[in-house]
């Protein structure tokens, strides 16, 4: 079975907190890993995407990958309201080029 | 630059009419796909379009669904007698096709069958 799978949350953090969202994936060779962003009633923006194992850093975003482990998380530092939103994981699996969206994690930063 | 077009933005039909999604990619986008999206749900793949490669097709629902893309640019998605379990956002998205490539979204068609 070719799966992303998130926890749907919602994920409920104070404002100025760091936010820690998570994804596995059931295909050990997948290569490449996306993480998207929905508001309400939008269509998904990308954030970040992370090819290589470890870290990678784009301002208050760090994306995290554990390919051994078949992990990949994506933390916001400072955590701000405008953050509040779904946040999907999507990675292409069996060597396809189509990525496999999970269901998403729903945000909500509190102030 | 531009990015992904969709149109119509919405789209309210009849049970049982045909109706014509349209999405026009990023300019040098080879690759195109279409996914749905159901009220709360993840997305749904439905078809990928790769340059002038063969389409791949596995998430077709059923065979009332076709899409074309002519001349590797803009892409149709029919949607043939409507029920209302296809009431759902359908999504367009290109990418410049190579592997690594991620995925910029139009804003989508919210399809409404009554």
């Known amino acids: 079975q070719k799966e992303v799978e998130q926890n749907s949350g919602p994920l409920s953090v104070p404002e100025g907190a760091i936010a820690s969202l998570n994804c596995t994936y059931s295909?050990?060779?997948?290569?490449?890993f996306f993480w998207y962003r929905q508001y309400s009633g939008k269509s998904p923006e990308l954030i970040m995407f992370?090819?290589?194992?470890g870290d990678k850093e784009d301002g208050r975003f760090t994306a995290q990958l554990n390919k051994a482990s078949q992990y990949v998380s994506l933390l916001i530092r400072d955590s701000q309201p405008s953050d509040s939103a779904t946040y999907l994981c999507?990675?292409?699996?069996?060597?396809?080029?189509?990525?496999?969206f999970g269901r998403g994690t729903s945000l909500i930063v509190h102030p | 630059g531009a990015g992904v077009s969709q149109s119509p933005s919405n789209k309210v039909t009849e049970k049982g009419k045909d109706v014509e999604l349209r999405c026009d990619p990023i300019s040098g986008h080879t690759a195109l796909y279409w996914y749905r999206q159901s009220l709360g749900q993840g997305l749904e793949f439905l078809i990928y379009?790769?340059?002038?490669?063969?389409?791949?097709k596995s998430g077709l629902p059923s065979d009332r669904f076709s899409a074309e893309r002519t001349g590797g640019s803009v892409s149709t998605l029919t949607i043939q007698r409507t029920q209302q379990e296809d009431s759902a956002v359908y999504l367009c998205?290109?990418?410049?096709?190579?592997?690594?490539?991620?995925?910029?979204f139009g804003n989508g068609t919210r399809l409404t069958v009554t």
């Open positions: 998205a290109s990418s410049l096709g190579q592997g690594n490539s991620p995925l910029h």
């Open positions: 999507a990675v292409p699996l069996g060597g396809s080029y189509i990525p496999t």
């Open positions: 992370i090819y290589s194992n």
């Open positions: 379009f790769q340059g002038n490669s063969a389409p791949d």
């Open positions: 295909d050990r060779g997948s290569q490449s």
